[in-house]
């Protein structure tokens, strides 16, 4: 399985990026998707999730500010990210769970200039 992250960048305080991660698998619609960031000297972090049946979960500092969402027939997910703090810098990594593995993407920059 392979999972291609894309959409990180830089951008201004209030602005707004969209990440996609493009999966090479073809269980696709039946697996577990989400989103992860990991600031410099923090720990990695569960950001948002999606699950088959389409309910989500997201953190709470990013709650109505970002959405995860996904296309089954493009085997993507996609993570919105509106009004953008300083806070969400970070690396973003695409993340998937198939019987029991955890699948990584290579991780896509993010950073927030105040």
């Known amino acids: 399985v392979q999972l291609q992250a894309s959409g990180g960048g830089l951008v201004q305080a209030g602005g707004s990026l969209r990440l996609s991660c493009a999966a090479s698998t073809t269980t696709f619609s039946r697996n577990v998707m989400g989103w992860y960031r990991q600031a410099p000297g923090k720990e990695r972090e569960l950001v948002a999730r999606i699950f088959r049946s389409g309910n989500t979960y997201l953190l709470d500092s990013v709650k109505g500010r970002f959405t995860i969402s996904r296309d089954n027939a493009k085997n993507t997910v996609y993570l919105q990210m509106n009004s953008l703090k300083p806070e969400d810098t970070a690396l973003y990594y695409c993340?998937?769970?198939?019987?029991?593995?955890?699948?990584w993407g290579q991780g896509t920059q993010v950073t927030v200039s105040s």
């Open positions: 993340n998937t769970i198939i019987e029991g593995r955890d699948y």
